[in-house]
């Protein structure tokens, strides 16, 4: 079974910095989009920074310029460095990935990790 664990969220200032990952885990033959989304209570899941199926890569229009998204390949592992954080940042971070195993496509979710930003 092909799992995602996300990692590395908790409490910062503003301005300060965050890096989160998220580790996939299973029988995998291929990660096609791989991407990080936040929510916070009452409102949607928004996205937040993907690889598209083609590698490009994409941001929301709040995080462009302060957040990076990258991935380990060989380590299946991707990660979302956020700097310059604000109060608005504040959600819980999920990972989501497009997934080919022997059991076929799944496009599973992590349980999140907490990111806060407050003084």
């Known amino acids: 079974q092909v799992q995602l664990v996300e990692s590395g969220g908790g409490l910062v200032r503003p301005g300060g910095s965050l890096r989160l990952s998220c580790v996939a885990s299973?029988?995998?033959?291929?990660?096609?989009?791989v991407g990080w989304y936040r929510q916070v209570p009452g409102k949607q899941r928004e996205l937040v920074a993907i690889f598209d199926n083609g590698g490009r890569i994409n941001y929301a229009l709040s995080v462009k310029g302060r957040f990076t998204i990258s991935r380990d390949n060989a380590k299946n592992t991707l990660y979302l460095q956020m700097n310059s954080l604000k109060p608005e940042d504040t959600a819980v971070y999920f990972c989501n990935a497009e997934i080919y195993s022997p059991c076929g496509f799944t496009n599973p979710w992590g349980q999140g990790t907490q990111g806060t930003v407050s003084s």
């Open positions: 299973g029988s995998i033959f291929r990660i096609d989009a």
